[in-house]
């Protein structure tokens, strides 16, 4: 059974930084892309970023709200995906879903994490 | 950016009715499009992926159409567990992008 498990949600002022992790099980988590969502309290989906699996050298794309400040990472021999989160700004508070781009040519997130809640705020 | 604009934003209809939700990209997005439901407190889950293929495991009262800068996801006849948010995601190009949502509930 496939399984995402965010982790690292938490209560932050505004400037910190705060990391989360993403625990993959369930399947060969090495093959595939990884991306990043959130959803602010109430909001809608505002995807965050994706980082490629090892045949494209682990490359990222990020959302203009966050490139700079925001750094993905993964450490396939753990079969876990970290988001960096610094300078954090209370427009970031939100619930952080890891998800899983299906194999192939074609495009979309199948499986997401139950996702985690950071909240940045004095 | 490629921006989705949905409509309608919210809609309210009787069990058993036809349900269309419509997505339209800024720009041609080919048939990179995907849906996804969302219920609340809940992660999204994935209905439809490159515009019109079912994903595995969801209803057949569930389907996609459309390509190019309109699509539509329809629902053939509403049932109750239907009651959710639904979203449709461009996969053209970066910054990937959601569509607003369109929240549908039972009248």
């Known amino acids: 059974e496939v399984q995402l498990v965010e982790s690292g949600g938490d209560l932050v002022q505004p400037g910190g930084s705060l990391r989360l992790s993403c625990a993959a099980s369930?399947?060969?988590?090495?093959?595939?892309?990884m991306d990043w969502v959130r959803q602010a309290p109430g909001k809608g989906l505002e995807w965050i970023g994706r980082?490629?699996?090892?045949?494209?050298?682990?490359?990222?794309e990020y959302a203009a709200s966050v490139k700079g400040r925001f750094i993905m990472s993964r450490d396939d021999s753990k079969n876990s995906l970290h988001l960096q989160m610094n300078s954090l700004r209370t427009e970031d508070t939100a619930v952080y879903y890891c998800?899983?781009?299906?194999?192939?040519?074609?495009?979309?997130?199948?499986?997401w994490g139950q996702g985690t809640l950071v909240t940045v705020s004095s | 950016d490629i921006q989705l604009t949905q409509s309608p934003s919210f809609l309210s209809a009787s069990v058993g009715d036809r349900v269309t939700i419509t997505c339209r990209a800024s720009?041609?997005?080919?048939?990179?499009l995907a849906w996804y439901q969302q219920k609340p407190g809940k992660a999204p889950k994935l209905l439809i992926y490159?515009?019109?293929t079912l994903q595995s495991g969801v209803p057949s009262r569930f389907s996609g159409s459309g390509s190019g800068t309109e699509f539509t996801l329809t629902i053939s006849s509403l049932q109750p567990e239907d009651v959710a948010t639904y979203y449709c995601?461009?996969?053209?190009?970066?910054?990937?992008?959601f569509g607003g949502g369109t929240k549908v509930e039972i009248k």
């Open positions: 995601q461009q996969l053209n190009s970066y910054p990937l992008t």
């Open positions: 720009q041609g997005i080919s048939s990179y």
């Open positions: 998800a899983r781009r299906v194999l192939g040519s074609t495009d979309s997130l199948d499986y």
């Open positions: 490159a515009a019109s």
């Open positions: 980082i490629r699996h090892k045949a494209d050298r682990y490359t990222t």
């Open positions: 369930g399947f060969t988590f090495s093959d595939h892309c």
